[in-house]
């Protein structure tokens, strides 16, 4: 049950769009704020809807009007989707037409052979269930979650390409495909005439995979890209400067992508080498993280999430300062690889 759902009413700061840079997503005509906002945690069941409430407010008056969502964002598998679609009906309505909404399968999702997976029985059953728990009549970009070797990629391409012509979503994605499967999708989707809009890669400081072919592909397939996990999954936050808090995401076993013994003492003195260069430059090891992943030519734009306003916040403050000098992306790399 979600907690503390109110009726009041929300008006959205009318300057909004004065200090948030955006940037064209690869050759299309999409525009992307630099920083967005995911909705994987912090949306689900037992989380509080007052709160989630705020992040969406606090977000869309700071100019994010990207919100990214997925069928099993909860927990429970589909929350996520519910908890926006009532933001949205209570809320942004009205601003409809000024928001730029995703979501994505291709993760298990239910029970049974087509819950998971990329097949079109898959894709198009999971994407009407998506627009149904958010109420939306259309997706901004409706993605494929995952590469699933078990399919044909041109199955899952053409029903990419028929939740488009269907009405459906205006514009299609992948999400965590390795560089020659992208490259592919690129081509059959081309060939459909459904140009690929974007691509979702995991990218930060400590993984730094898809600078090895993928970003040189979007960017010669004029194909955008939004980085998630910038902050990998807050190692690259001043939390971890002196050990593993107990409170913290990676003290629970049930984070799966960040975990204590991942938190090697050679990694925490590579943060902490980090964060004095962030402290040089004016800003806290977060929003030195943030930009740092928005210097890569390739990136259109950065994914955070956030429990709290004050998180969205200061996230934002990364663009106060996004210009790296050679010393210091060679230092970086230094601290990297030393």
């Not at 390795?178 to 081309?190: C, M, S």
Request: hydrophobic share 35%; aromatic share 10%; charged share 20%.
């Amino acid at each position: 049950m979600i907690k503390n759902e109110t009726n009041a009413l929300y008006t959205a700061n009318p300057a909004r769009y004065e200090n948030m840079p955006y940037q064209r997503c690869g050759n299309s005509g999409v525009q992307l704020p630099k920083i967005s906002l995911g909705l994987w945690q912090n949306f689900g069941s037992y989380d509080s809807f007052e709160n989630a409430r705020e992040l969406i407010h606090t977000a869309f008056d700071n100019g994010m009007t990207h919100f990214d969502l997925a069928n099993n964002y909860g927990p429970i598998y589909g929350a996520a989707e519910i908890t926006f679609g009532r933001i949205l009906k209570q809320d942004l309505l009205p601003y409809r037409d000024e928001l730029f909404i995703s979501s994505k399968a291709g993760y298990d999702m239910w029970p049974g052979p087509y819950g998971d997976g990329g097949s079109r029985k898959y894709l198009v059953a999971s994407c009407d269930q998506s627009l149904k728990r958010t109420g939306l009549d259309y997706f901004d970009v409706f993605y494929h979650h995952r590469m699933d070797a078990e399919t044909p990629l041109e199955e899952t391409m053409q029903a990419l390409d028929y939740i488009v012509r269907s009405g459906r979503a205006l514009y299609v994605g992948i999400s965590n495909y390795p560089p020659e499967e992208t490259k592919q999708g690129v081509k059959i989707l081309k060939e459909l005439g459904t140009p690929l809009l974007i691509h979702q890669p995991r990218y930060n400081m400590f993984d730094r995979w898809i600078e090895d072919g993928l970003t040189e592909i979007l960017q010669n397939e004029g194909v955008g890209s939004i980085i998630f996990s910038p902050l990998a999954q807050g190692l690259l936050t001043n939390k971890y400067l002196h050990g593993i808090p107990k409170d913290s995401r990676a003290a629970k076993s049930e984070i799966i992508h960040l975990n204590k013994d991942h938190i090697t003492s050679e990694k925490l003195a590579r943060v902490k080498k980090l964060n004095d260069l962030a402290e040089k430059r004016g800003q806290s090891l977060a929003q030195m993280a943030i930009a740092w992943t928005l210097h890569n030519k390739a990136v259109t734009s950065c994914l955070i999430g956030a429990s709290r306003k004050e998180q969205i916040v200061d996230s934002l403050q990364a663009l106060e300062n996004l210009f790296f000098a050679h010393t210091e992306i060679s230092l970086i790399n230094e601290i990297l690889t030393d």
